[in-house]
């Protein structure tokens, strides 16, 4: 299921900056929004497989966004977009 994660987060990344190279607000709200598929397919997904208490649930979100934001910022980090 990792490796999975891993080319979803991959493919994601990749066409983030191909739509910020053609602009970079394209970048950003494609971004957004593939990103947030992702986390309700994951989410919905997952609600079906466990059944998880509120409390749970709550700590998955903060693992999750801690998560997306240590990606976005390693990706960021170690491959930038050509902007003009």
Request: aromatic fraction near 10%.
């Given at each position: 299921?990792?490796?999975?994660?891993?080319a979803v987060g991959v493919g994601l990344v990749l066409?983030?900056?191909r739509l910020m190279e053609r602009?970079?607000?394209y970048g950003s709200v494609g971004g957004l929004l593939l990103g947030g598929a992702v986390v309700y397919a994951e989410a919905t997904v997952?609600?079906?497989?466990?059944?998880?208490?509120?409390h749970e649930k709550r700590l998955l979100v903060v693992?999750?966004?801690?998560?997306a934001a240590l990606g976005l910022v390693g990706a960021?980090?170690?491959v930038r977009p050509e902007l003009e």
């Open positions: 299921m990792a490796a999975a994660n891993v066409v983030g900056y602009r970079v607000a997952g609600a079906r497989l466990f059944d998880l208490t509120f693992v999750a966004g801690v998560g960021l980090s170690v």
